[in-house]
């Protein structure tokens, strides 16, 4: 969006939220963000949409006793009525707090799973936001997702502070969709747009068997690992499994595509609160 006029960002507020639960005093902070503009207007423009349970609709509730499984799913509707086309997905970030354990996110399209972004070993501390190594994908409308976060909690609820839990997705695309200068949600309590309510369930796990994780099984790793280096002309390199078949629209830009790696912990806080104060 354009600087100062048109419609566009006339001025921007920071937020930084610390997290000091053993009380430390002394501690100096110096964090910020660097802002880049240009008066060349990007080919396209950045758009970042949520699923799961972005305005925290289950605030205050249990998490639940030991591990638990909450899955939110976001209905076929939702897409079809956000999305006039086909959008390119470029990267997801996958956000729980401490108790997390496990969380995905699934593409459905016509009742099958056509993509699956997940993080098998979830740690808070390292991960914030867990953005999975992926190529980008379609999402067309008509699309929806079902988010499942796993949990072992003990008596924590769900809230905005990061003793207390989340499960959102955060998608970032292209070309960007704007419903009068908001972003799309599509979660649970979303009432807002009743195509786009997530129903929610939640369920226990008897234990940690029940959690099906893939990464570091035997037999994971059998095949060569995959260079990240470009593939010699004449060379194709095997499609990851996670793809749909169809192919993705036109690579963005680079400064759209600088812009899709830029989401620090405390900006996904602050999309966050800022949504649920607005309710």
């Known amino acids: ?5 048109g419609g566009g960002f006339k001025a921007f507020l920071i937020e930084i939220h610390y997290n000091n639960p053993i009380l430390d005093s002394g501690v100096a902070d110096n964090s910020g963000i660097r802002i880049y503009y240009t008066s060349k207007k990007r080919e396209f423009e950045l758009g970042v949409w949520q699923v799961g349970d972005p305005s925290v609709g289950l605030f205050g509730e249990p998490v639940g006793d030991g591990l638990s499984s909450h899955s939110f799913d976001c209905p076929a509707a939702c897409s079809s009525i956000l999305f006039p086309d086909k959008v390119t997905v470029l990267r997801e970030y ?3 707090h401490t108790t997390g354990v496990k969380m995905y996110n699934a593409q459905i399209r016509e009742g099958a799973e056509v993509h699956r972004s997940r993080v098998d070993f979830w740690d808070f501390d390292q991960n914030g936001n ?3 190594v992926q190529e980008p994908y379609e999402f067309l409308p008509g ?3 079902k988010t499942e976060c796993i949990f072992d909690s003990q008596d924590e609820v769900f809230g905005l502070s990061s003793s207390e839990e989340m499960c959102i997705t955060f998608i970032y695309y292209y070309p960007k969709v704007s419903l009068d200068g908001f972003s799309p949600i599509c979660g649970y309590g979303f009432d807002f747009l009743p195509q786009c309510d997530s129903p929610h369930v ?12 893939s990464f570091g099984e035997p037999g994971t790793c059998a095949g060569p690992v995959e260079s990240l280096a470009p593939s010699p002309e004449g060379s194709s390199a095997e499609e990851p499994t996670t793809s749909p078949t169809s192919s993705p629209t036109s690579a ?3 400064s759209a ?3 899709s790696s830029f989401l620090p912990s ?3 806080l602050v999309v966050v609160l800022a949504f649920f104060l607005q309710r």
């Open 143 to 145: 699309d929806g997702y």
């Open 1 to 5: 969006q354009p600087l100062c006029c």
């Open 252 to 254: 963005p830009t680079s």
């Open 130 to 132: 867990f953005a999975p």
């Open 94 to 96: 996958l956000h729980m």
């Open 266 to 268: 405390i900006l996904s």
């Open 202 to 213: 939640a369920r226990s796990l008897g234990d940690a068997s029940e959690l099906k994780r």
């Open 257 to 259: 595509a600088s812009l």
